[in-house]
Nanobody
Framework: QVQLAESGGGLVQAGGSLLLSCVASGRTFSMCAMGWFRQAPGKEREIVAAISRSETSTYYADSVKGRFTISRDNAKNTAYLQMNSLKPEDTAVYYC????????????????????WGPGTQVTVSS
């Protein structure tokens, strides 16, 4: 079992930055691949970014490439999402997700591949 808790959301003006954190407890964090997803009102939950267990591989949705950076610190059991140049269309609830894996180098980029989820943190970008 894995418990996840996101933090760092809030209200920011367009062009601003936020750093989201996801602290994991339970199963060994270093054995898990991590992902960040978001869900805007009336829309499906979508992938934002993902990182492999070993940190060597990442995946980004086209809409955030060049603006967002996913990272992890296995010593702190924490995954991060640095969000720069934020746009109003980035407004959503952001969720972190985790899955145990034996593949050191694969980032997982679909919802169904993640069994563990945090409760989410709201990000609102004003124009």
């Amino acid at each position: 079992q894995v418990q996840l808790a996101e933090s760092g959301g809030g209200l920011v003006q367009a062009g601003g930055s936020l750093l989201l954190s996801c602290v994991a407890s339970g199963r060994t964090f270093s054995m898990c691949a991590m992902g960040w997803f978001r869900q805007a009102p009336g829309k499906e939950r979508e992938i934002v970014a993902a990182i492999s267990r070993s940190e060597t591989s990442t995946y980004y949705a086209d809409s955030v490439k060049g603006r967002f950076t996913i990272s992890r610190d296995n010593a702190k059991n924490t995954a991060y999402l640095q969000m720069n140049s934020l746009k109003p269309e980035d407004t959503a609830v952001y969720y972190c997700a985790s899955r145990w894996t034996t593949d050191y180098n694969k980032p997982y980029n679909t919802r169904t591949e993640y069994p563990y989820w945090g409760p989410g943190t709201q990000v609102t970008v004003s124009s």
